[in-house]
């Protein structure tokens, strides 16, 4: 049999490593700033709406005016998920 030989943990993740210290849970560091308190109340407004989109068949009469307005189709909701959120604040979901 050989012998296999132990390997030693000299990667990124090795006990004590600074890298990365110097900006971990900071609140001032730039890819902390982006979370503001008011998005969790967003968040839940986002998923709370729930809006069908309804198209009309409009009548006219001769000069323009509207005559008759009758619902054609009744679109669902748009579903919503947190990838639309993000885009919809500005930031990425990740």
Do not use: W
Not at 6 to 14: A, E, I, L
Not at 43 to 72: H, M
Request: aromatic fraction near 14%; charge should be positive; include cysteine.
């Amino acid at each position: 049999m050989s012998e296999q030989k132990k390997k030693t943990n000299s990667g990124q993740f090795q006990q004590g490593n600074p890298i990365g210290k110097e900006t971990r849970f900071k609140k001032n560091h730039t890819l902390s700033v982006k979370y503001k308190d008011e998005f969790c109340e967003m968040l839940i407004e986002y998923f709370r709406e729930q809006e069908s989109k309804v198209i009309y068949e409009e009548e006219y009469y001769k000069d323009g005016t509207l005559k008759a307005r009758k619902p054609k189709f009744i679109l669902p909701p748009k579903y919503p998920t947190f990838e639309a959120f993000a885009v919809s604040i500005g930031v990425t979901s990740r």
